[in-house]
């Protein structure tokens, strides 16, 4: 093929140079039109959440500046704006690599199928996963729905490919005279207020994220077995954003991690993280396979669960203000930063399904619009897996008691100091659960319930047995 070819290389949640399948295609048969496009048209009720937006905003600029200002940013419909492209660049291919979300493999299909008719041929790549959600399955060519066989069978696939970097250097651009679109003018903070907080706390884009795993490596892996279940620590990866967005490859991380593992004699440590990279393949099974479990129970039994409709509740979770401090703390780490530690994550949902009796759904649709790391799989799955309705789900009756996972992995109460500063001066004794503490021992500390902290919204007895009964309710439901 001529070395005159031009490609336009469609980034999506691939927003990296390095290790990206579609981009070195690109760039080894010609010259690559680079862009972005808001779609406006196709995502309907999966549109980025705020947190999101920001992080897509400050990613895009980065990738921009990688590019020496060569990303062409767009709004709009995107079959209409790459049919547009096509014929004013004369582009003779299309590439891209491969969404999963249900509305994007149909928007995809037909992008696909459209864009031949103007002469240009489009190919698409896995630039997301260790392995397509259809290469992992059962013999019979059925899904799995338990974790555990799908994790073995995904290790039987082999070692992940090597990520690949050597044509970065050999990227020419299509020069495009028509002005590129401000990455301001995409309006991704037009109703932003976290902006300011987050920005202080996280660095969006490749080199941010090859940053966070080098900390990940020299601070984090050595611990991360056991460290990981403990959110004061710095055992977690924080790596969830940048892989959501694509702005480090899984292939990457996993040899990344793998060789320093080999170096330092910690290979246990990094199988245990390799896991947790599987879950999300695992994540995406499901998604391919089970479209709609985005909102629909994944086992139809749930869908005559008993849920109560109870805005106070939903907005004292969601504010942080249910009175258990380790479930607060976990809301206003995420109000603040668009993150939450993964423990405090399944500690605030099951609270939230089980001892508040609010649909999952509700509790799902906050965190999508309050993660930076909002992925619809891994959000869904996740959501059903703690409510009990889900794939190789949490059986409905493991019922978090935030109090004894407070003493168990914040026993020095550092992660809810951090959070509550109300409660700073709280001693350990009462700290987690300040609402069963003797009145004048609370004020001897500075604190009146449901002045300077509040009391808390349910009894856990009660409101466990009352969830269980919930439960018995569904016993011979098919």
């Known amino acids: 093929m001529a070395s005159n070819t031009k490609s336009i290389v469609w980034f999506r949640q691939d927003l990296r140079l390095q290790d990206n399948p579609a ?3 690109a760039a080894s048969v010609g010259k690559v039109l680079p862009i972005y496009i808001v779609d406006e048209k196709n995502a309907a009720d999966w549109c980025l959440g705020r947190a999101s937006q920001w992080w897509l905003n400050e990613s895009l600029r980065s990738l921009n500046e990688s590019m020496n200002g060569a990303l062409c940013l767009y709004r709009g419909d995107p079959l209409r704006i790459i049919e547009k492209l096509i014929t004013e660049h004369s582009i003779s291919n299309i590439f891209w690599n491969r969404c999963y979300e249900p509305w994007q493999v149909l928007r995809d299909k037909t992008i696909k199928s459209e864009v031949r008719k103007f002469g240009a041929k489009a190919r698409s790549f896995n630039g997301f996963l260790l392995n397509e959600p259809w290469e992992i399955a059962k013999s019979d060519g059925t899904p799995y729905k338990v974790f555990t066989p799908f994790y073995k069978q995904s290790r039987l696939k082999g070692t992940p490919r090597e990520a690949s970097i050597d044509y970065v250097s ?4 299509v020069s495009n005279s028509n002005k590129n679109r401000e990455i301001d003018s995409l309006n991704l903070l037009s109703e932003n207020v976290w902006s300011t907080e987050m920005a202080s706390r996280w660095t969006p884009g490749e080199k941010g994220g090859e940053q966070v795993l080098k900390l990940f490596l020299e601070r984090g892996l050595c611990n991360y077995k056991i460290g990981r279940d403990f959110p004061d620590k710095e055992a977690v990866s924080r790596l969830s954003p940048y892989l959501h967005f694509g702005e480090l490859s899984p292939n990457y991380v996993w040899h990344k991690v793998n060789n ?5 004699n910690i290979e246990t440590q990094a199988e245990h993280f390799h896991r947790e990279l599987v879950w999300r393949e695992f994540s995406y099974s499901l998604i391919h396979y089970f479209p709609d479990l985005t909102y629909r129970n994944l086992n139809r039994r749930f869908d005559d669960f008993p849920w109560k409709k109870n805005d106070q509740f939903i907005k004292k979770w969601r504010t942080g203000m249910t009175g258990y401090p380790l479930i607060d703390a976990g809301m206003r780490e995420l109000a603040s930063t668009g993150y939450m530690h993964n423990r405090v994550r399944m500690i605030t949902a099951s609270f939230l399904v089980k001892n508040l009796l609010i649909d999952w759904r509700n509790g799902a649709e906050w965190f999508w619009d309050s993660l930076v ?5 891994n959000n869904s799955c996740s959501w059903q897996w703690v409510a009990g309705s889900g794939a190789d789900a949490a059986p409905y009756f493991r019922i978090f008691n935030p109090v004894t996972q407070s003493k168990k992995f ?6 809810i100091r951090r959070w509550i500063t ?4 709280c001693p350990n004794k009462y700290i987690h659960d300040p609402s069963s503490a003797p009145e004048s021992e609370l004020q001897h500390f500075g604190i009146k319930l449901d002045q300077t902290y509040p009391s ?5 007895k009660t409101s466990r047995e009352a969830a269980l009964r919930a439960y018995q ?4 439901r098919s």
């Open 373 to 377: 790391d909002a992925d619809l799989a």
């Open 410 to 415: 914040d026993p020095d109460a550092k992660y």
């Open 23 to 25: 981009l070195e295609v």
């Open 260 to 264: 320093f593992a080999v170096l330092e």
């Open 170 to 173: 050999k990227i020419r651009f």
């Open 422 to 425: 109300e409660l700073e001066k």
């Open 456 to 460: 808390a919204i349910v009894d856990l």
């Open 473 to 476: 309710s569904l016993k011979g």
